[in-house]
C-alpha cells in the first residue's frame, strides 16, 4: 500500500486554501491511502499524470475537484512513498510542477527541492555582471569548501557569480533550503566551520548514511525539519484537520540538537528572535525529561497567564493529551508558582496589589517625609537596586552599587530614599498587602528552608522576569544537571526587568544556544520590523554583554509590509476595516487576523467600525479558544506569544511611541531615559513580529520616530 508524506510546502499552500477545497484535499488522500499501487495508477477519480516536461520526472499531479490538483512526487523505486508537496488551482499546477527539481543534499542527506528552470534562466545574467563586479561574495570560499557543506554544480555556478547580498536574495526563493542557508551564515561573516557545526550537522541525522542516497523513503525519512510521514487515516485525518497545530510543536533541526541532547551539566540558555521555536524548544525539553524520568516533576513557567495557558495547550497537543504525562508537569506563571509556595507555609499569606497600587503609596511616602524625590524614580530604585539585589536593610543599601542607575546619589540621600522604603513596606503590611516581588523574595525564603519542589524547571519568554523571580526559581530546584533550561528574546523585552543569571547562581557558560532560522514570518517582514531595533544596543539575556540580530534570518518570501499614514484616526480605521475585508475576501479566516493598538481607546474606535461592516471579532483579554470565530483584537502587550497570517498595527504615532509617561525624563536618569525607550521600541518589534505573511502599519497625524527607519527597510 502506498504511503503518504507531506512537505512543509504543502502546507503552507493548504492553510491559504477554502474550506472546499480542504474537503477535496481531505477526501482524495483518504481515498489515496486506500488504494494499491496499481489501483492508485489505474483510478480515474484520482486521475494520477506525470507532468510534461518537468525537471523532475517523478513529478505528478493528483485531481482534487475540477478545478485544483495535488502535485505529488513519486518514488521511482519500490519504497510506495509520496510526497505531498503543493495543492494549487489547476492551471497553475502544471508549470509549477515542470520547474522543480527535488534532489538529496550531499551534506545534510536530506531532500530539497529547487525552482531549476529560473536558476538556469537567473545564472547567466548575473555571470554577465560578475565580469565588472570589484569583488564577489563568496571569493574567498574555495569550490571545495562549498562541496563539502553541500553545494551542489548548478548552485556553485550560480554562487560564483552572486557580487552582494543582494543578489543571494535574488536567487533565495529559487535554490534549495539548505544550500540557502550555507551561503546565508558564510554572507553574515561566519566561517566554514562554524556553517558545518551550526547548518549541517544539526540538519543531517545522527543515523543518516555515510553516502548520498537517492531513495525517496530515506531521504524523506532524513529531512524531518520539511516532511512529515502519515502512517494510517487517522494521523493523516489529525494533521489535515489541524495542520498548523500540528506544526506549531514540530522541531526543526537546530532546535532538536538543542531539546532532546541526553543532560546538560548545569542551566541552558537558549536565545533567538521571534519565530525561531524557542517555546518549542522548550516544549520538546519537557517531552524529553518526562521521558527519560519515570518520577521527576517539571516546572515549565514563564511571565503570564495567557503565555503560561498558550503553553499548556501546546504541551498536551505534544503529549497527545497524555494525562500520566501531563500530571508531572505544572504549568504556571512565576507569580503563580511564588503565590503557591507561600500559601502553603505562610498561615496569612498578605495580599500582593498592582503597579497602580504601590505608585499611590510612594506618592504618600514622599508628601509625608517630604523628600526631593518623584514617587516613579523611588519605584525604580526600589525594583531595581532593592529588590534587584535583594536588600534588606539600610546598611546593605548604602553600601550597594546601584547597577544600571544613572543618577548617583551621595550617603545622604540614599538615608532618605530608606527612609521611604520603610515608610512603603510599613503602609503595606498595615494594609495586609505586599508587591508581587515580594511574593517572590519570600517564596525564595521558604524554598532555602524547607527545599525545592521539582527536579527540573523550563523558563519560556525568560528576558520579562525579574531577579526576584529568578531566586524563587533557582530555589525551586537543586543545583546540578539539568534543573534549568531557558528560553528567551531580549529584543522582546517589554517589561523593566534587568537581571544578571550568573550573580544569582544561574550560569550558563558553554551552555548557550543561538537559534537564528525564523520559521514563521516573511524575510520581507522581519528585515523591516529589525530596522526598528537598529539604531539600539540590546543587553544580553543574561545580563552581560549586548544581544545581536545578526544573521537573523527567514527562509520564507512575500509581500513588503504596508506603512502608511493618514490625515485622521477616522480615515485610519476607515482603510483598516477595507482591508481586513480584502483579507477575508482573498481566503484568510476572521481568526487568522490580528489587529493590535497601543491603547484600548484606539482599538474601541476599530471594533466599533469593524462591527458595523459586520466582521466577527473577538477581543484578547487573555487565553482565547482558538474555535473562537473572530478577527483578535488586542494591545501590543497581549499580542505576545500570539500570531496570525495578517497583522495590523494601529495608531503608531509620535504620542503613542514612544509614550511620554512611560519615559523617564533624560535630566532625571539617562540611563533610565534610554531603557524606557528601548522597551517602547521592544513592544512595537514584538506587536509586528506576530504576522507571518502580511503585516500594516499606520499612523494618523505624525508618526512614531521609530517607524522612521524601517518605513525603507527590506
Not at 144 to 161: H, K, M, W
Not at 351 to 379: I, M, N, S
Request: hydrophobic residues 40%; negative net charge.
Amino acid at each position: 500500500m502506498p504511503q503518504l508524506a507531506f512537505a512543509q510546502s504543502f502546507w503552507d499552500g493548504y492553510e491559504k486554501v477554502e474550506k472546499p477545497v480542504r474537503a477535496g484535499v481531505k477526501k482524495a488522500m483518504a481515498k489515496f491511502q486506500e488504494l494499491t499501487i496499481a489501483e492508485l495508477h489505474a483510478d480515474k477519480g484520482l486521475h494520477l499524470e506525470s507532468v510534461e516536461n518537468a525537471r523532475d520526472p517523478r513529478m505528478r499531479t493528483i485531481r482534487i475537484n475540477d478545478f485544483w490538483r495535488g502535485v505529488v512526487l513519486a518514488p521511482d523505486d519500490d519504497s510506495q512513498v509520496f510526497l505531498l508537496v503543493n495543492v494549487l488551482p489547476h492551471d497553475d499546477t502544471y508549470g509549477w510542477a515542470a520547474k522543480r527539481l527535488y534532489s538529496t543534499n550531499s551534506a545534510t542527506r536530506g531532500l530539497e527541492v529547487r525552482d531549476a528552470v529560473a536558476i538556469d534562466q537567473l545564472t547567466p545574467l548575473y555571470e554577465h555582471a560578475a565580469h565588472t563586479a570589484e569583488q564577489l561574495l563568496f571569493a574567498k570560499v574555495s569550490d571545495g569548501t562549498l562541496r563539502e557543506l553541500g553545494i551542489d554544480d548548478q548552485v556553485l555556478r550560480a554562487v560564483r557569480s552572486i557580487a552582494d547580498k543582494a543578489q543571494l536574495e535574488a536567487f533565495a526563493t529559487l535554490l534549495p533550503e539548505d544550500q540557502l542557508e550555507v551561503l546565508q551564515y558564510l554572507a553574515e561573516g561566519f566561517s566554514p566551520e562554524e556553517v558545518y557545526r551550526d547548518v549541517v550537522t544539526v540538519r543531517r541525522p545522527a543515523d543518516a548514511p555515510a553516502e548520498p542516497v537517492e531513495d525517496l523513503a530515506t531521504v524523506i525519512a532524513n529531512t524531518p525539519a520539511r516532511i512529515r510521514l502519515v502512517t494510517g487515516p487517522d494521523e493523516l485525518q489529525e494533521a489535515l484537520d489541524k495542520p498548523f497545530a500540528a506544526w506549531r510543536v514540530f522541531l526543526h533541526p537546530s532546535q532538536r540538537r538543542v531539546a532532546y541532547r541526553t543532560s546538560y551539566g548545569g542551566p541552558v540558555q537558549v536565545t533567538g528572535g521571534p519565530g525561531t521555536g524557542k517555546t518549542v524548544a522548550a516544549l520538546h525539553r519537557v517531552k524529553h525529561l518526562l521521558g527519560r524520568e519515570d518520577d521527576s516533576r517539571i516546572l515549565l513557567t514563564t511571565y503570564t497567564n495567557a503565555l503560561a495557558a498558550g503553553l499548556r495547550n501546546s504541551l498536551e497537543l505534544l503529549l497527545d493529551g497524555d494525562d500520566k504525562l501531563l500530571g508531572r508537569v505544572d504549568v504556571t506563571t512565576v507569580d503563580a508558582f511564588a503565590s503557591g509556595i507561600v500559601r502553603d507555609h505562610d498561615a496569612r499569606a498578605p495580599h500582593p496589589v498592582g503597579d497602580r497600587e504601590q505608585r499611590q503609596l510612594w506618592a504618600k511616602a514622599v508628601r509625608h517625609l517630604e523628600l526631593p524625590f518623584t514617587e516613579q524614580f523611588l519605584a525604580q530604585e526600589y525594583r531595581h537596586v532593592i529588590l534587584g539585589q535583594d536588600l534588606r536593610d539600610r546598611a546593605a543599601y548604602l553600601a550597594a552599587t546601584r547597577r544600571g542607575r544613572g543618577t548617583a546619589i551621595g550617603p545622604t540621600r540614599r538615608e532618605l530614599v530608606w527612609n521611604a522604603v520603610e515608610l512603603f513596606e510599613r503602609l503595606l503590611r498595615e494594609r495586609g498587602e505586599t508587591t508581587h516581588l515580594g511574593v517572590c523574595a519570600r517564596a525564595a525564603d521558604l524554598l532555602v528552608k524547607h527545599g525545592p519542589t521539582h527536579q527540573h524547571v523550563v523558563v519560556d519568554e525568560a528576558q520579562d522576569l525579574h531577579p526576584a523571580q529568578w531566586r524563587a526559581l533557582r530555589t525551586a530546584v537543586s543545583p546540578g544537571p539539568d534543573d534549568l533550561f531557558l528560553t528567551g528574546d531580549p529584543h522582546q523585552r517589554i517589561y523593566d526587568s534587568r537581571v544578571s543569571l550568573g550573580s544569582l547562581g544561574i550560569a550558563t557558560t558553554g551552555r548557550s544556544f543561538r537559534l537564528r532560522v525564523n520559521y514563521r514570518s516573511t524575510e520581507e517582514i522581519l528585515a523591516w520590523s529589525a530596522h526598528l531595533l537598529a539604531s539600539v544596543s540590546v543587553e544580553a539575556l543574561a545580563g552581560e554583554g549586548s544581544d545581536s540580530l545578526a544573521g537573523y534570518r527567514s527562509l520564507l518570501h512575500g509581500n513588503r509590509p504596508e506603512a502608511r499614514g493618514y490625515t485622521s484616526q477616522q480615515d485610519e480605521v476607515k482603510a483598516l476595516v477595507e482591508r481586513v475585508q480584502e483579507w477575508i475576501d482573498g481566503g484568510l479566516s476572521p481568526s487568522e487576523i490580528g489587529v493590535c493598538a497601543r491603547f484600548n481607546l484606539m482599538l474601541d474606535k476599530a471594533e466599533e467600525q469593524l462591527r458595523a461592516a459586520g466582521i466577527p471579532l473577538v477581543r484578547v483579554k487573555g487565553q482565547v479558544r482558538a474555535d473562537q470565530e473572530g478577527v483578535r483584537l488586542s494591545t501590543m502587550h497581549a499580542m505576545k506569544g500570539l500570531e496570525f497570517r495578517a497583522v495590523a498595527v494601529l495608531g503608531v504615532t509620535a504620542s503613542a511611541l514612544p509614550f511620554a509617561r512611560e519615559i523617564t525624563p533624560a535630566d532625571a536618569d539617562p540611563l533610565q531615559h534610554e531603557a524606557d525607550l528601548l522597551r517602547e521600541r521592544c513592544l512595537l518589534f514584538v506587536a509586528c513580529t506576530r504576522a507571518r505573511e502580511a503585516l500594516r502599519v499606520t499612523w494618523s497625524g505624525e508618526p512614531s520616530p521609530f517607524v522612521a527607519d524601517s518605513r525603507h527597510a527590506g
